[in-house]
């Protein structure tokens, strides 16, 4: 069996006092005390101040939801109202009102990604950060940089002899790729 919300309880409460019944005697048989029955119509026939601020609130969210389709969260439409209506708002109160409209913001879709899939090739450290050289040769490293002329952007492959620090090869392109590394 299903327990009955006390609202509903004063909902019934409410029709039956219209076929002659006295308000203790039904509130007596629904388990429920007159002063709370009196509050309850206080509260739902007489709309609050704070309520028909929500409802005035709530036009404009509405407004905001469909000027720009439902793109805005809570967050947003707190600048947007602040912004059109000089609204200052509680971000936790316009929450509570897109709660009570049924209105989320629709969540854009991620972007795929469609980088590589295969995994990088990690070479052997053969240095072991020793970068003295004995003699001519013996060790050379490499290394890749872009240079921007006239906003276009230029790769500069260069290998370098550790020995004297002298610049053995090296190679430009439009693009930084194998044939770059290759070609140097």
Known sequence: MQAISKTRKFEVILEMLEKGYTVTLLCAIAGVTRSGYYKWIKRHLVPSEKLIKDTKI???ILECHKK???????RRVQVWLKVTYNLHLNHKRIQRLMNELGIKAVIRRKRPYYG??????ISDNHLNRDFQASRPNEKWV???TYLIFNGQRLYLSVI????NNEIVAYETSRRNDLKLVLDT
């Not at 590589?116 to 090739?121: I, R």
């Not at 370098?160 to 020995?163: G, V, W």
């Open 58 to 60: 709530k036009k404009k």
């Open 68 to 74: 720009l389709r439902g793109i805005y969260g809570y």
């Open 116 to 121: 590589k899939k295969e995994a990088y090739v």
């Open 142 to 144: 490499t290394d890749i």
């Open 160 to 163: 370098k002899d550790l020995y």
